[in-house]
């Protein structure tokens, strides 16, 4: 059973931290995964740098930016997780935009992530029609869950076919905004979270976008599967001369 | 391969164009895509358009026998003078169209990205126009070496947010006026200033700037009796003033169409944004479309001494011309551009912007036979490149 089944199967409040891969260092992705599994991450995205990411906002263009600048690539970063799965069990998501892959070769990069024990995909620039009629079969031939963003701005229509084109979670974005702001958060969220709940999708949904803390992470665990936290958790890694203690810092507040 | 002049209805010329949006950016995108052809072809639409090109924009452009160019290359050279439009450049057919598009759509705002800053100045004059907010992003670095234009869009009363991510050039800018449509997606047209982005934008613009070859058809049968000439040539950025001035002579298949691209330090220099020469389909502003990356998909820095070529890219229909054929493209060195535009400042007495000295340096590269008629399409006037023009006459 894929990873990420597994654990929807089995939990409620989900956690799931989003890290930049080769940020702050080119070699601390393996330290990055171990120490948030280590420290109560249930799930691991793990993000591909790119140039021009068109959904990030200034925090993790920042640190893709950097990541570039260490040298990290999509071949690098296979190669760093060769044997990941020796110490991690926690479910890895792959978060990537489609330009990287689609150089690395699509099918190839689903190859990779399944040798090296990535259960998932989150491709924000690849919109669900092209997903469901160039890539789709490629994904599921690798065994490979595809979670696709919804936002309060998506139809009824569009999530259906969301919903019907994925096995694992939806990715709810709480609010109308890119990563790491959190604009009319509160107001959006609400109707939103209802308007899903009538929908009675197959799929649970994992929130995203403007959770920072362990106060914004319980309020969306109250209408959703979990919650997704990337940008504070980058900013807590800048600068940091130890990592794994960073990390210890910064989740200490998930902790009962 | 058959040459597409619009796109399908998942947007796609050839293997090139569609959607690549992250889903924040859906519900615009799908509004201009299910309205934008139904608005665009109303009657009411197209009269308000065609009245604002033609008393407030200056239209028809004239189209111009450039006599002493064309003796010099033994044939006849019709310069077709989209410098004379109102604020000097063929960018402000895109801006009024669309800001006429936003109005219909309820749209209170508008957002624009701008490199040299004539699509900023454009909009940001049809926003004035209009009585609607305007907001242009600007690359640092852009911001800093095209001051006058800077100048221009805030005495139009339009706010200049400069962008200081990435190479902080045009295509930052781009993605910060992305970034800021999915951060306020209600209320908020993103006037696109080339056929560029995510569709239906490739197609829109296509149709606002197709004014130019249609005025040339007509122009030329007065001029000489057919509306077809031999050639057509234009410069090539992001491509917008290229297929407005190819779109009507796209079926013409007698019609040679030339796209000159920025070779800038020259093709294997490093520095360079020649997105045919050097370029491979991947996604780049919402489209699959030919830009300079590198093998790992990062998007590379383009060069080029003009602004307004200085895009890694060029939009899906002209890579998708590219790839059927139908249009053939040159690539003009910086040096080779700024020669050109000095020359028909002495022969003509017209300044021309950088950009399309480009095309007219493109005429060194064909072999021309005697007599035939080729028309180059001026896309903008040079007062913005004087300090360029004038650097290199001191050097």
């Known amino acids: 059973m894929n990873r990420i089944n597994k654990l929807l199967a089995e939990k409620d409040n989900i956690l799931s931290i989003y890290f930049t891969a080769g940020y702050p260092s080119f070699d601390d992705t393996r330290t990055v995964v171990k120490s948030l599994q280590d420290n109560g991450a249930d799930l691991i995205e793990i993000g591909v740098p790119f140039s021009d990411p068109i959904a990030d906002g200034p925090t993790i263009q920042y640190t893709n930016t950097i990541a570039l600048e260490n040298g990290m690539t999509v071949e690098n970063l296979f190669q760093q997780l060769v044997d990941v799965r020796e110490d991690v069990e926690v479910p890895l998501i792959m978060m990537s935009s489609l330009n990287p892959i689609l150089q690395y070769g699509f099918e190839e990069f689903c190859k990779k992530c399944k040798e090296v024990g990535v259960d998932g995909l989150i491709i924000p620039d690849l919109p669900v029609e092209e997903y469901i009629a160039e890539y789709k079969t490629i994904v599921e031939g690798y065994g490979l869950r595809n979670v696709i963003l919804i936002t309060p701005a998506s139809t009824d229509d569009r999530i259906r076919l969301i919903d019907d084109n994925t096995d694992a979670f939806i990715y709810m974005v709480s609010s109308s905004a890119i990563t790491g702001t959190n604009t009319k958060f509160a107001s959006d969220f609400s109707a939103f979270a209802s308007r899903l709940e009538q929908m009675k999708l197959k799929n649970p949904r994992i929130t995203g976008f403007g959770i920072s803390d362990k106060e914004s992470f319980d309020k969306v665990c109250e209408t959703s599967k979990g919650g997704i936290i990337g940008s504070a958790f980058v900013k807590a890694l800048k600068d940091s001369k130890d990592v794994a203690k960073s990390i210890g810092d910064f989740m200490v507040q998930f902790k009962n | ?395």
């Open chain 2, 1 to 395: 391969m058959e040459t597409q002049v619009s796109p399908n209805e998942r947007g796609y010329y050839g293997s090139f164009g569609g959607a690549f949006i992250p889903e924040m950016m859906q519900a615009n995108i799908a509004e201009l895509q299910e309205k934008y052809e139904e608005i665009m072809n109303a009657p009411e639409f197209r009269a308000e358009f065609e009245q604002l090109l033609k008393d407030y924009v200056g239209r028809p452009t004239p189209l111009y026998k450039a006599t002493r160019l064309s003796k010099k290359y033994n044939s006849n050279i019709y310069l077709k003078r989209e410098d004379l439009n109102h604020t000097g450049a063929h960018k402000i057919n895109n801006s009024l169209g669309q800001i006429i598009l936003a109005k219909k759509l309820g749209k209170k705002k508008i957002i624009a990205e701008t490199g040299a800053g004539q699509h900023g100045v454009a909009t940001a004059t049809a926003c004035a126009l209009m009585g609607i907010e305007c907001v242009v992003f600007m690359g640092e670095l852009d911001v800093d070496r095209q001051a006058p234009n800077v100048g221009r869009m805030k005495m139009l009363g339009a706010e200049v947010i400069p962008v200081s991510s990435g190479s902080k050039t045009l295509k930052d800018a781009t993605n910060e006026a992305m970034r800021y449509w999915i951060a306020n997606p209600f209320d908020t047209h993103y006037i696109i200033g080339s056929v560029v982005g995510p569709h239906p934008y490739p197609d829109m613009v296509a149709k606002f700037q197709s004014v130019i070859s249609k005025e040339i058809k007509k122009q030329l049968k007065e001029e000489t009796g057919s509306e077809l000439p031999d050639r057509v040539i234009a410069c090539v950025g992001g491509g917008s003033n290229a297929t407005g001035a190819f779109y009507h002579f796209l079926e013409d298949e007698e019609v040679e169409l030339v796209a000159a691209e920025a070779a800038g330090k020259g093709l294997d220099s490093g520095f360079t944004a020649a997105a045919t020469f050097k370029g491979v389909s991947g996604i780049l502003h919402g489209s699959k479309t030919l830009f300079m990356q590198t093998e790992d998909g990062q998007v590379e820095e383009p060069h080029s001494i003009s602004a307004g070529l200085d895009y890694p890219g060029i939009g899906p229909a002209l890579a998708h011309w590219f790839e059927s054929g139908r249009v053939k493209y040159e690539a003009v060195t910086d040096d080779h551009a700024m020669k050109a535009g000095m020359e028909l400042c002495k022969l003509e007495g017209i300044i021309p912007a950088v950009e399309s000295a480009h095309a007219l340096a493109a005429l060194d590269n064909l072999d021309l036979k005697p007599d035939e008629i080729i028309v180059v399409n001026l896309s903008g006037r040079g007062d913005k490149d004087l300090k360029t023009y004038l650097d290199q006459l001191e050097s």
